[in-house]
């Protein structure tokens, strides 16, 4: 048994503690001696005097909390569910000496989400890739196999299938070097001023043909004269590619696009609207998440890779602008984006 410390050293240690930002105890003899505000916060406002067992509901903890005082290093313990149940925390233990137990709970809730959503964006990738994989293997060994069997008409439809599914893990892949590419860049600077009007023609004439097929028109309200915008020219194109494409894919076949592009303050706002059927509120907050998509079955169906809105949203970031989507159902979808002009950002540096 330890004796337990005079109340003078008790009123020091709890100034000590309520000094830490980080939930905080001292354990001695399996029971909180003393806790810190931020652990009452998380644990409760009755832990000090109560049994570990009681007061840290947590088996792996309490089996460290327990167990000898002769280790003098510091020992970690992963938790999870301490406070709430998205939280991740890790308790770093360190023997006082005197039979007690200095416990720090370190807040690791964002980088186990981080590792969260890059484990789901693995596994999502792999399950995209594997698809298309699947229906090339499928066709090709059909017709490596059956193909002096087939039909000339069954053989072309075999082999454009193949075409169109190695293009759709072409444009996979490309997306996905892509918006590794863009995360890479985030933090570095723009490269360059650039004059957005000629971009905004570019991405149009490469829509062209998509437009189309669809029987869109793409329609272009701007003034003459936009000032430049600080920027990666590639980015700013893939950007507007994006979105241009994204509205012909999913607004209504014979429909209209428009894009605006106004000067405001120290900005520019673009916009991009179509005549679809509009996105349900409660899809929108989600759509600029990797492979995020509100019909699945129709976004394959037309080509897309799930990934354009997170390109975009990465762009915006990188270009330190601002992005948002309005939508009503049954009346299409508008996409804004906010861009700081060159000048604007010079004078930040």
């Known amino acids: 048994m330890t004796d337990r410390p005079p109340d003078s050293a008790v009123a020091s240690l709890r100034v000590l503690l309520d000094a830490l930002p980080e939930p905080s105890l001292i354990v001695a003899n399996g029971r909180v001696e003393i806790s810190n505000r931020a652990a009452r916060e998380i644990l409760g406002e009755w832990i000090d005097g109560q049994d570990v067992r009681l007061a840290i509901r947590h088996p792996a903890a309490v089996e460290r909390l327990l167990g000898s005082n002769n280790s003098t290093s510091t020992d970690e313990v992963e938790l999870a569910g301490i406070g709430s149940a998205e939280r991740r925390w890790m308790m770093n233990v360190r023997a006082l000496g005197d039979g007690r137990k200095f416990v720090r709970l370190t807040d690791r809730s964002e980088s186990y989400a981080a590792e969260q959503m890059r484990v789901d964006f693995v596994a999502n990738a792999s399950h995209e890739l594997r698809t298309p994989l ?38 996979l892949v490309e997306d996905l070097i892509s918006l590794s590419r863009i995360e890479a860049e985030r933090f570095s600077p723009l490269p360059e001023a650039i004059e957005l ?7 149009i004439e490469n829509c062209r043909n998509s437009a189309a097929e669809r029987a869109c028109q793409v329609r272009l309200e701007t003034p003459q004269q936009l000032p430049a915008i600080a920027g990666d020219r590639g980015q700013l194109l893939q950007l507007l590619d994006n979105l241009i494409s994204n509205s012909i894919r999913y607004g209504r076949a014979g429909g209209e696009i428009v894009l605006r592009a106004v000067a405001e303050r120290n900005m520019v706002r673009l916009t991009v609207s179509d005549q679809g059927e509009g996105i349900a509120p409660e899809h929108i907050p989600r759509l600029t998440q990797r492979f995020y998509r509100v019909d699945p079955s129709r976004s394959r169906s037309q080509g897309g890779t799930g990934l354009g809105l997170a390109i975009v949203k990465y762009i915006v970031e990188r270009h330190r602008g601002r992005l948002s989507i309005e939508s009503r159902l049954g009346h299409g979808t508008t996409v804004h984006v906010l861009l700081p002009l060159a000048e604007a950002r010079a004078t930040k540096v």
């Open 134 to 171: 699947a229906t090339l293997v499928g066709y090709a060994e059909t017709l490596r196999e059956q193909g002096d069997d087939l039909d000339s008409s069954t053989r072309e439809r075999f082999t454009g299938i193949i075409h169109d599914e190695a293009r759709r893990m072409q444009r």
């Open 197 to 203: 009007l000629p971009l905004i023609d570019e991405a």
